[in-house]
């Protein structure tokens, strides 16, 4: 998730968009060539904040075939170079969920969302 968030910071969003579980991009984030668009309006972020969300969400049954499913609370500051309904700048929270398919996988990025 820190690394995902460096490198949207960085406006490197080809990198970021691996972090993101391959079933899920889409629904995420769009194709690649949307979330480079928004990667490239993006100013700055910068991460003010993680913490655990809930863990009592169920997660298990709704990311098949993730496990050890985790949920976060992260708070950054963002300005976007063209705001729009969508992407406006200042403090955001996004609660993003985490999990991998085996013990020794890499973690991936299956959720990311504006409530838990």
């Known amino acids: 998730m820190t690394a995902y968030l460096r490198a949207v ?3 490197d969003a080809t990198t970021a968009y691996t972090f993101l579980a391959p079933q899920y991009p889409q629904d995420l984030v769009g194709d690649l060539q949307q979330f480079r668009a928004w990667v490239a309006n993006m100013g700055n972020l910068q991460l003010t ?3 655990p969300g809930n863990t009592d969400t169920g997660l298990d049954e709704q990311y098949p075939p993730y496990r050890d499913l985790v949920e976060y609370a992260v ?3 963002v300005t976007f170079t063209n705001e729009s309904d969508t992407d406006t700048s200042g403090a955001k929270t996004r609660f993003f969920v985490v999990g991998r398919s085996r013990a020794h996988n890499v973690w991936r990025i299956l959720s990311i969302g504006t409530g838990p």
């Open 49 to 51: 904040d993680i913490e």
């Open 9 to 11: 910071s960085g406006h």
């Open 75 to 77: 708070t950054y500051r």
